[in-house]
């Protein structure tokens, strides 16, 4: 799939689908597509998948959109101004990212429920005590609401951010709650 984002402050993900290439989205994010593309509505898994959704936010049903017979285009667009990410998930690398992130994704990207491991970072974290997860093998967009500035840390390198700015993080990133002193 090749793409392209574009556009402010309710910016769109333009994708170009190979004849019977898929992708996948949430309720409501498509905002235009080619005429070729078909659209089959389901909830993408069991009754654990279904929970895992509606418990961090997401519809429990979402949209596959297909390129039939000839290559196709389809966008998705933002509900709220901000930002859209795109992330390459594979065996290696997989996203946390905080509630109703998920845009769109290659169908080969799996949805999970992630739980803050420390109760304080739940209880006190401006994300809460769920967020989202995301594994497999595949491209990867989320919206966030507002801008986005990215950060690589370097190995045991830290940062101090305000509660609820964390927009996305590489599992390998570990995130704890420090009190502010004399409150």
């Given amino acids: 799939m090749k793409y392209e984002i574009m556009g402010s402050p309710f910016p769109v993900v333009t994708c170009n689908l190979s004849a019977g290439e898929s992708v996948v989205c949430q309720k409501g994010a498509m905002t235009w597509m080619t005429d070729n593309m078909t ?13 895992s959704k509606a418990l961090s936010g997401e519809s429990i049903f979402q949209n596959t959109y297909t390129a039939l017979g000839t290559p196709g285009t389809i966008a998705f667009g933002t509900n709220l101004p901000g930002s859209i990410l795109s992330f390459q998930i594979s065996g290696g690398r997989s996203i946390i990212a905080q ?6 994704s290659e169908p080969s990207v799996n949805f999970e429920i992630f739980f803050q491991k420390k109760f304080a970072s739940g209880f006190f974290g401006g994300e809460g005590f769920i967020m989202q997860r995301f594994t497999g093998d595949g491209i ?3 919206e966030i609401d507002g801008s986005v500035i990215e950060k690589d840390l370097a190995p045991g390198e830290t940062l101090l951010i305000d509660t609820g700015y964390l927009a996305a993080m590489e599992t390998t990133v570990s995130i704890n709650i420090e009190s502010v002193k004399g409150i």
């Fill in 140 to 142: 990867l967009f989320v």
């Fill in 99 to 104: 509630k109703s992130a998920f845009l769109a």
């Fill in 39 to 51: 659209m089959e509505t389901g909830t993408g898994g069991g009754l654990g998948k279904i929970f």
